[in-house]
């Protein structure tokens, strides 16, 4: 069962996940926030695999909740929720390390399998979120460039991973696409990450849109 911890300060809005996520027969929401400030303890209390934090709340935000988990000695997998499509929460979020960003209106369908990959490992990038990231970070092609160069240091195996990783794959989804096994794809995950310094798949995956291996 895939344990989920919900932040947002719309009650609303935490209903509407909640519905749609246990509606799920392998996933269930066993905490809820309405503020960043008692994220981490609830984090402490439940073990959840993971949490899916509001970036603007009008007590302490996401980022703060973000910056007290990542703290932990064993984080969940921690997507950022946002009605905006890009904005230096978002760009900062991504500093810090978040593993995922998802707008709000996501299709259920699309939030549930979401929540699936970051429980497996997997990086979630919401395009509309990263085609505005790639252009906010910096401009054009002095974006692109050092991006380009990045990739062009990989392996041809390894520009299959990160091209992988890019779409949200997780481990195991990545090596029955390649045809190897889940501890192979590990290193070479490991070595994708060491190689371009990225912190996390989801930064791995912000390279391979800048670098244009994805679309």
């Known amino acids: 069962m895939i344990k989920v911890l919900l932040a947002d300060d719309e009650d609303l809005v935490r209903s509407g996940l909640r519905t749609i996520l246990s509606s799920a027969d392998d996933i269930e929401v066993v905490a809820e926030a309405d503020d960043g400030l008692h994220v981490a303890e609830l984090a402490r209390q439940h073990r959840p695999h993971v949490a899916l934090l509001d970036i603007r709340m009008r007590s302490a935000d996401g980022l703060v909740a973000l910056r007290r988990l990542r703290a932990l000695p064993e984080p969940p997998a921690i997507a950022m929720l946002t009605t ?127 670098g244009g291996l994805i679309a």
């Open 84 to 210: 905006f499509d890009v904005d230096e929460y978002v760009q900062e979020a991504l500093r810090i390390g978040a593993n995922g960003f998802l707008l709000k209106d996501t299709e259920p369908a699309q939030l549930v399998k979401a929540v699936r990959d970051l429980a497996r490992g997997g990086a979630v990038l919401d395009p509309g979120v990263a085609a505005r990231l790639v252009t906010a970070v910096a401009d054009g092609e002095r974006a692109a460039e050092p991006a380009r160069r990045l990739l062009e240091s990989l392996s041809d195996r390894e520009r299959e991973v990160v091209g992988l990783i890019g779409q949200g794959l997780s481990n195991a989804e990545i090596g029955n696409a390649l045809h190897l096994s889940e501890a192979t794809v590990k290193g070479y995950v490991s070595a994708v990450l060491g190689k371009i310094g990225a912190v996390n798949r989801v930064q791995a995956a912000l390279v391979a849109y800048r």
